[in-house]
């Protein structure tokens, strides 16, 4: 049921910048400096956004040297999926099932 899926992931997917994040960070591994000339969002506000989605496991970090890299995490987009998978499973075997007020 829906209830297995992080309300934090839930939550952080809902931004359409932080949508904008993961899009990018599926093609390829990237540093603040590129996501902010890919955004155009300003260092403070993209490392707002980046740490809302650290903590919510959808990306990881990479140090090197002064830079830090993120990835995305694609097993916890998965995860989601499964979830709302699992209600859309639910919700078409109970058809059209209603209770009696």
Known sequence: ????????????LG???RQRILALLARETLCTTHLMAET???QTNLSNH???LREAG???TEPCGRFTYYRLRPEALEAVA???AELAAVARASGRARRAC
């Not at 049921?1 to 952080?12: E, F, P």
């Open 1 to 12: 049921m829906l209830m297995s899926v992080d309300t934090d992931v839930i939550r952080a």
């Open 15 to 17: 931004d359409p910048l």
């Open 40 to 42: 155009g969002a300003r």
């Open 50 to 52: 980046l740490r809302v």
């Open 58 to 60: 959808l990306v990881d």
């Open 82 to 84: 499964e979830g709302f």
